[in-house]
């Protein structure tokens, strides 16, 4: 599930990655630490997006999992 994830989050459609990143962020909790860690160089990534909306959805992800 994860890699697939890993794929949307990389696509050149903002709104795949927007839908991508919501999707995440409704079941990050019930990742383990490292399959979270496997994601944090694309969260780093998408934290410079030039698309507001992406970094502001990545945002909410990552207060998700530091709330983790």
Do not use: M
Not at 38 to 60: E, H, Y
């Amino acid at each position: 599930l994860i890699p697939n994830f890993q794929t949307l989050l990389k696509d050149d459609e903002n709104e795949v990655k927007i839908q991508a990143i919501t999707s995440l962020s409704f079941f990050i909790k019930s990742l383990s630490v490292e399959k979270i860690v496997n994601l944090i160089p694309t969260i780093q990534l998408l934290a410079k997006d030039q698309n507001d909306q992406v970094r502001g959805r990545i945002s909410f992800l990552s207060s998700e999992i530091i709330n983790n």
